[in-house]
């Protein structure tokens, strides 16, 4: 820290998710405004849809050190809390999911990709085509980000995308994909016999969640942030740019369903029906 903190900033843009990494910032750098890249995952409650800046987040962590993700939101509104406590001018933003080209979680380029690389004359998808998504693709969020910082915007924000369907996810996927293979909707009790999860890791199926209790979660009204200038590109845009980035990856994904897992859950629901 030394060699930063003998200077004066403009600005400071924070990422950290450990609070006692943002406490030790805030204390040793001088700046003249801070934006701080927080969570909707801040949220104490995600049954709701589309809540505002104003609803109630969790508990601060009492620690300096997240020992796991588990306690990601608390860490996250902890590090707010030490920012908040400096004193200094300050952009908090809260943000959704981010997604676009270099997403290597593969949550946003997963459903234009199977699309794009079917296994089948359908494509494996939950019977949940209302369920609320929303991204924000990180080109648009990386630019409100930056002019927040010159422009030493003040305020706690919510930045993601326009709220839309999963059904429409799914539509513009294919879309993209000049695919023609259509969406073969599973029930999720069904998914969970197969061992088929939701939103991310092994075997899962991305941007959904089968519990009521979380069916908010990837929603924010983002009309403070919209009035600050943040500006968010179509959906098509950015799930045809993630294809293009989803087509050159070497990494392995960290969502969706190998060819060989939609093969199974195909067979196997070939195999019930008979």
Not at 176 to 196: D, K, M
Not at 238 to 265: C, F, I, K, S
Request: glycine share 6%.
């Amino acid at each position: 820290m030394a060699p930063v903190a003998e200077r004066h900033w403009d600005a400071v843009i924070d990422v950290a998710r450990q609070p006692g990494h943002v406490r030790r910032a805030v204390r040793d750098l001088s700046t003249s405004h801070w934006v701080f890249i927080s969570s909707g995952n801040v949220y104490a409650d995600f049954s709701t849809l589309d809540q505002d800046e104003n609803a109630p987040v969790r508990a601060p962590l009492d620690s300096d050190v997240m020992a796991d993700m588990s306690t990601y939101g608390e860490a996250k509104v902890a590090c707010e809390d030490a920012v908040r406590a400096s004193g200094v001018s300050a952009t908090i933003v809260r943000s959704g999911l981010i997604g676009g080209p270099g997403d290597v979680s593969g949550r946003s380029g997963y459903w234009p990709w199977r699309f794009a690389h079917p296994t089948g004359d359908d494509v494996i998808v939950p019977d949940d085509p209302d369920f609320p998504c929303a991204l924000i693709d990180v080109r648009d969020l990386a630019a409100w980000i930056v002019a927040a910082a010159e422009q030493h915007l003040d305020g706690t924000f919510n930045a993601t995308g326009p709220t839309t369907t999963f059904r429409e996810v799914l539509a513009t996927a294919a879309h993209v994909a000049t695919s023609t293979a259509r969406p073969r909707p599973v029930p999720a009790a069904t998914l969970a016999e197969l061992g088929i999860g939701a939103w991310m890791g092994p075997a899962t199926l991305p941007l959904w969640i089968d519990d009521p209790a979380w069916r908010g979660f990837a929603t924010m009204t983002t009309d403070r942030a919209r009035a600050a200038g943040l500006t968010t590109r179509p959906l098509m845009d950015t799930l045809r740019d993630t294809l293009e980035y989803e087509n050159q990856r070497t990494e392995p994904r960290q969502a969706g369903l190998t060819d060989d897992e939609e093969r199974r859950v195909r067979s196997a629901l070939i195999a019930h029906r008979e």
